[in-house]
């Protein structure tokens, strides 16, 4: 495993590297290095602040989690990834056999992060697939439904200084205010009856809404549903993860929302790095927050 085209092939391998291109992946095992464990040892203590992303070459480790039960990560497969994207401490991981893996530093992968938008792409399209998942395909978990406020209705069109000051009371409110303007001007306000319905399951997904007004009733084909209101965005881990819609968005009152297209959120993750690195730090800390059953990468 001491080539770096073996290295290439092994990240490649994995869910949530495999969608990078070359350059991203060279930037990630340029600075890579091997380490072996023996059965029984620490690779990390818990309450530590990350400092390497661990791939298992051969062997086996154990994640000790609280509360829940243990984690075993085997063979090609990868953890401490979601802490660092979270800025989340970590748990103990002991190697249960000899181990070998290949270790990332964390100072490689945010600086990698930062120089190359293939990564930071793929790490939001990952972290979106993962809380889709867990979701059940669902905008939001239905075991802790959003707050149901359909907000205050409003006749006139907001102008761009009312927008902003509105944005920033929402899930924006930690956007630098030069990429809050870019995504107010970017945003195409939508004003529908009681009973619209916005897409249906399968669809393409190219656009997400957030609403300003209201509430919208999202059901999956099993029929499980989750109703979103006011200051919730809606259709953004289909978005970045590049999935199809997978749930129907009905609007179950008048509903007031701005549109906000794909490839607009792309323009403006891509000028402002640091609104997509929060906004990859604020997807992973919801995922850590769920009790997962696969914390593969935890």
Same mark, same amino acid.
């Not at 297209?261 to 730090?281: C, P, R």
């Given at each position: 495993?001491?080539?770096?085209?073996?290295?290439?092939?092994?990240?490649?391998? $994995?869910?949530?590297?495999?969608?990078?291109?070359?350059?991203?992946? $060279?930037?990630?095992?340029?600075?890579?290095?091997?380490?072996?464990?023996?059965?029984?040892?620490?690779?990390?203590?818990?309450?530590?602040?990350?400092?390497?992303?661990?791939?298992?070459?051969?062997?086996?480790?154990?994640?000790?989690?609280?509360?829940?039960?243990?984690?075993?990560?085997?063979?090609?497969?990868?953890?401490?990834?979601?802490?660092?994207?979270?800025?989340?401490?970590?748990?103990?991981?002991?190697?249960?056999?000899? %181990?070998? %893996?290949?270790?990332?530093?964390?100072?490689?992968?945010?600086?990698?992060?930062?120089?190359?938008?293939?990564?930071?792409?793929?790490?939001?399209?990952?972290?979106? %697939?993962?809380?889709?998942?867990?979701?059940?395909?669902?905008?939001?978990?239905?075991?802790?439904?959003?707050?149901?406020?359909?907000?205050? !209705?409003?006749?006139?069109?907001?102008? $761009?200084?009312?927008?902003?000051?509105?944005?920033?009371?929402?899930?924006?409110?930690?956007?630098?205010?030069?990429?809050?303007?870019?995504?107010?001007?970017?945003?195409?306000?939508?004003?529908?009856?009681?009973?619209?319905?916005?897409?249906?399951?399968?669809?393409?997904?190219? !656009?997400?809404?957030?609403?300003?007004?209201?509430?919208?009733?999202?059901?999956?084909?099993?029929?499980?549903?989750?109703?979103?209101?006011? &200051?919730?965005?809606?259709?953004?881990? &289909?978005?970045?993860?590049?999935?199809?819609?997978?749930?129907?968005?009905?609007?179950?009152?008048?509903?007031?929302?701005?549109?906000?297209? !794909?490839?607009?959120?792309?323009?403006?993750?891509?000028?402002?790095?640091?609104?997509?690195?929060?906004?990859?730090?604020?997807?992973?800390?919801? !995922? $850590?927050?769920?009790?997962?059953?696969?914390?593969?990468?935890?």
């Amino acid at each position: 495993m001491t080539e770096i085209r073996d290295r290439l092939l092994l990240l490649r391998s $994995l869910e949530e590297f495999g969608g990078l291109d070359d350059e991203g992946l $060279l930037l990630l095992v340029e600075n890579a290095r091997e380490r072996s464990y023996r059965a029984g040892e620490y690779l990390v203590r818990a309450g530590d602040e990350p400092s390497v992303i661990h791939v298992v070459i051969e062997g086996q480790v154990v994640i000790k989690r609280p509360r829940l039960p243990d984690a075993v990560i085997k063979q090609r497969r990868g953890f401490g990834l979601l802490n660092v994207m979270a800025e989340a401490r970590t748990q103990d991981a002991i190697a249960e056999i000899d %181990t070998r %893996t290949l270790e990332i530093p964390v100072k490689g992968y945010r600086s990698a992060l930062e120089e190359n938008f293939s990564l930071l792409r793929n790490a939001l399209r990952f972290l979106a %697939t993962l809380l889709s998942r867990m979701r059940h395909r669902l905008p939001a978990d239905p075991k802790r439904p959003p707050k149901a406020d359909i907000g205050d !209705y409003y006749d006139r069109p907001r102008t $761009l200084v009312e927008q902003l000051i509105e944005l920033r009371k929402g899930p924006f409110v930690h956007m630098n205010i030069d990429a809050l303007v870019d995504l107010a001007r970017r945003m195409v306000e939508v004003r529908v009856p009681a009973g619209h319905r916005f897409w249906k399951a399968g669809d393409p997904c190219t !656009y997400a809404l957030h609403v300003e007004y209201g509430r919208i009733h999202c059901t999956i084909p099993s029929g499980e549903s989750v109703d979103v209101a006011s &200051d919730f965005t809606l259709g953004v881990m &289909d978005l970045w993860g590049g999935l199809p819609r997978s749930y129907d968005a009905a609007a179950e009152t008048d509903i007031i929302a701005y549109r906000i297209e !794909y490839e607009d959120f792309l323009v403006i993750s891509e000028m402002h790095i640091q609104v997509a690195l929060d906004m990859l730090k604020g997807l992973a800390n919801q !995922y $850590l927050l769920m009790d997962q059953d696969d914390i593969a990468l935890g």
